[in-house]
């Protein structure tokens, strides 16, 4: 069961990830590129798995 | 600036950041620590030959074993439960390094549990490792945390039921060692290694089990031995004796019957040892710390927590000096040793007898570093990796 969990939860940081890249790429403010990227960041790191 | 150029300059910088913090991460995470294995270390075996299912695994750590010229009876002394409570972890290293047994038998763990070792607290800012001075440079250790690594152990249960009593637990302490005693066999990594633990003290006949831990001023369970019941009288004659002889204060308390999946409940329940768990105070776990420093962490030494001291808030003194590391491992390797003597008073049929250990004078006169060895003067085949 926590296989499944775990597999869920690393396919849910991904989806979160690429909805991440997606929006860093259609933005137009500057702002929220740099809060994009900001954010992508730790969800790189878990899916990773280096932290 | 064209939008392109824009994106892919912060891109750049994200990916710098990304690096930067993984490289870091993953470096702390490996850190090899080196232990060059004392005259005193006869072999040195893996938790997993007790229990298969942990073998292999992150926390599938060494057990140093130091036989006796003459027989007596067996400690363990675990080091690194709570790896975030390193007084403990740099003690069980000195014994590991310099212990030689005259009688009886000694059985020491650094990193009982290695995973919380590669992990500092997530959002904590806590620094990754750090050094302490020695005469031949710096020996660095990963700092580590209270529970396992969640890249470990994964996912945590919204309420934590403790095997086998069925109380109710903080959901995050199925990660900590010492709340998953005796642990279980098909259970999670945490449950698996306090389980293979109470399989090697139940089948090395180990008769006590010292745990070493460190405690928040601000926690009223510190300064002091946790004795199960069966300890009482030994756990008694050392804290006088320390109190008396060596100069520093020791209390005694008994470990609740009702609190479950502490070493110092569990394993006197489950096995035939004696458990007992020692506290020293480490101002660096206080919630109201200043900067959460490496030399915060070595000398002790807090504004903060003193003003708390002045409000009347601790229940251990602290004052311009703090708590240094020296001070720290100096009370735990002269309270290990202080129970190998008072157990032999109470049973010389089953001696202990320990040597080349530094008390807690010793300690603090030359430094915790003084007594960690090269491991680029001992031979290749004398090193093991913690």
Redesign the interface.
Known sequence: M?LI??II?YLLVAYVSVLLIYN??KT?E?EK??LY??V??PF??RL???? | MA?IV??SG??I??LL??VT??VS??ES?RLAEPVALGEGVSSVKKLGSYFSGIEGTVNDCNLYFLEGEEPGATICVLGGTHPEEPAGRLATWLFAENAVMKKGRLIVVLSANRSGTT?TR?GGAYPPDFAIPTTWGEQTFRLGDRWSNP?DQ??DPEVYIHYPSGQYLAYVDIRNLNRCFPGRPNGTLTEQTCYALMEMIRKEKVDIVIDLHEAELQYPVISTIVTHERGQELATFVSMTLTDLEGFKMGMEFSPKNLHGLSHREIGDYSDAVSLLFEAPEPFLDATRGKTTREQLLTGIDEFVMKAGKHGLLFEKIDEKGWHIDVRVGRHTSAVLQTMESWTEMHPDKPLSCTNVPRYAEVIEKGVGAFLRNPNESPRERIAYE
Request: net charge positive.
């Open positions: 926590d969990i775990t939860y860093v790429v137009k500057w590129e740099v990227i900001i992508l960041i790189l790191l990773f798995m280096l932290k | 939008p824009r994106k912060f891109g910088l994200g950041l990304l913090s993984g991460f993953y995470r992990v997530l890249l994964w996912p």
